[in-house]
Structures are given as C-alpha cells and as structure tokens.
C-alpha cells in the first residue's frame, strides 16, 4: 500500500513523504474500500498541508480532499454492496486521497459513469460543483450583463468563463501577467484587465474594466484570491453588486475600503463549497451530481497539465505551484487507467 504523508505542517515540497508500507485498514458496515486511480493537487490541498487551510488535518495524515477510485469491498450494507465494482468520486471527511486504497464512509463516495474519463473523474466534483453553484445559486446574473473575475486562467477559473459564456454573459477577467491574454481569449474572455496590486494600477484597471463592460451592468465578481484585488473588484462593480470570495490564493486578507460598501449598496459574500453542501437537501445533492455528469465532458472539463506517481509527489507539488502552467496537476496511483506525462 503507497500513500503520501504529511507529518508537520511547512512548504509541500518539505513536508511530504511517500511511503510504500503499511497495513489495510478494516472496514465496519457503513464503509467501503476503495482502490484509487488518481487525484488532483488542488490549492486547498497545499493550503492544509502548510497548516492554513479551515479545514486543519489531523498529523500524521495523508492528504487530498478529492479523487477517483473503484470500490473493491464492502463492509456491509445494500448501498455498500451495490457500489462494489464502480467507479467512484472520494470525497473524504478529512482528506485521504493520496494512496492507493482508502477506506470511506459510502456516503462519502459518487457512482459516476463507467465510460468517464479518468482525468475528469479525478476532479469530478470540487471545482465543477463550486463553478456551477456559483454561477446558479449564488449569484444568477441576468443574460447580456457582465461579471468580473480575478484568476481567471486556473482550473475554476476556465469553468466560470465556459459556463458564463454560455448563459450569455460578458467576461472580463482580471489577471496578474500579460501572457496570460491569449489563453484567456482563447478561452471566451471578452476582456483582460492586468492589475498585479499595485496602488498605481488601479484608476487604469478600474477604468479598463468599465470599458470592457460596454455599457452593461456588472452585477457579480467572483474572487480566489483576497488582498487587494477584493479592493479593485468591489469598485468595478454596479451600484448594488455582489462579490463573492471563494478563495485566498495570495494569503493576504481582503482590502476593501468600508466606503465603497456604505454608499453604493455593493455586498461581499463568502462561498465555501462544504458549507454549501452541508445546508443542501438529499434531492438538491442528487440534482447536482446528475448535472455535473453531463457537463465535466464539455462547460466544467478539466485540462491536465501533468500526472506525476505518487513516489513523484515531491515534483508533482512543485509543478503544482509553477507559475503559468496549462492545467492541473494530477496524481496516478494506476499508470494503466492513467498514465504518468509531464
């Protein structure tokens, strides 16, 4: 059995181990074993294992808070038993994913469809679910207006663009660096904005963004990353706007001035997908999966940068956090269902 260990909390490329020992786990009757084939290495992963993330782990603890795998046995149960053989969504109550067989409640599992790529099967629910929650239940912007958003190239990001291109939705996308123009172009942005933070920047980017608008109203701005791009997004939205954060890439807690809350009727909003999930109904849940199946092929896909092995995890984290990669970064636990390239 191989998995990948966090023993202290510090900088990913120090603080994980891969190991090849240790024994499986038993199962009671409300659990399955799972064999994974594949996880993705999200922020939130990384932000738990240096110790900053809401959900702290538990030391010594594998982490991963989401994957792909087959259940291979069940503890008991009609549910458990029916799973046996699928291929399955983890979702673990406190991380796991980065090993090769995990033990999880049934409730923490997603049957998906035999024939699902593995790749997206692998990043099947956190980004996906966040994307499509964001942009229907959260907010519902009205078709032909425009809405804002910072870290537009990252993984979420590209799925916000899709999804809001495809409600008919005009996109402006705040960056940090000018080569990222392009990709986002390419990807159904109808505007970029560079602003990097610095105080200088922002009359321009304010200006370039009510440009991009064209005269539309900009009701909604979604944002990972905190700091002072809470600031300039908060001021680039209509008199009444909502900003929802979602994230805090940057580390540094969001710059807004109360003013331009006070006087313009402007809200800022917090989204935490566990949270959401949590307060949602059976029947919610199950609609919500159904329609992220028939979209994570197309509106909420996932491009792959790299899949590195786990005993690779030590490279895999630091192409996680380069700077300017195509996608995400995966771990294989199975080269036959996914294959390691780089």
Not at 285 to 305: F, H, M, N
Request: glycine share 10%; charged share 20%; net charge positive.
């Amino acid at each position: 059995m191989s998995k990948v260990i966090v023993g202290n909390f510090g900088e990913p490329a120090s603080a994980l181990v891969f190991s090849a020992d240790g024994a499986q786990a038993t199962l009671n009757s409300k659990q399955v074993r799972v064999r994974m084939l594949a996880a993705p290495i999200n922020p939130s992963d990384l932000m738990a294992i240096r110790g900053e993330y809401s959900k702290m782990l538990d030391l010594p603890a594998v982490p991963g808070f989401e994957g792909v795998g087959r259940v291979v046995e069940s503890g008991g149960g009609l549910f458990g038993r029916w799973l046996q053989g699928k291929l399955v969504s983890v979702l673990p109550p406190s991380a796991g994913t980065w090993q090769s067989d995990l033990v999880v409640p049934t409730t923490s599992v997603i049957p998906l469809p035999s024939g699902m790529k593995i790749d997206q099967a692998a990043t099947f629910f956190v980004n996906p679910a966040t994307a499509w929650l964001l942009l229907t239940h959260v907010t519902k912007p009205r078709a032909g207006s425009a809405i804002v958003l910072s870290a537009a190239a990252s993984a979420l990001g590209r799925m916000l663009l899709r999804l809001a291109k495809s409600q008919g939705l005009r996109t402006i996308a705040v960056i940090r660096r000018t080569d990222q123009e392009g990709l986002l172009r390419e990807l159904g942005a109808d505007a970029t904005v560079v602003y990097t933070g610095d105080p200088q920047q922002e009359q321009a980017a304010l200006h370039s963004i009510q440009v991009a608008a064209a005269g539309r109203p900009l009701q909604f701005g979604f944002d990972p990353v905190g700091g002072k791009t809470v600031g300039l997004l908060v001021k680039s939205l209509s008199a009444g706007g909502k900003l929802v954060c979602y994230g805090t890439l940057s580390g540094q807690p969001a710059e807004v001035s109360p003013r331009d809350l006070m006087t313009t009727g402007k809200q800022i909003e917090g989204f935490w997908l566990a949270d959401r999930m949590a307060g949602m109904s059976l029947i919610s849940k199950i609609a919500l999966i159904r329609r992220l199946s028939s979209l994570v092929a197309g509106l909420l896909r996932t491009e792959v940068s790299a899949v590195y092995r786990l005993a690779d995890i030590k490279e895999a984290v630091t192409a996680a956090e380069t700077p300017g990669k195509s996608g995400k970064v995966l771990l294989t636990m199975d080269e036959t269902s996914l294959p390691t390239r780089r």
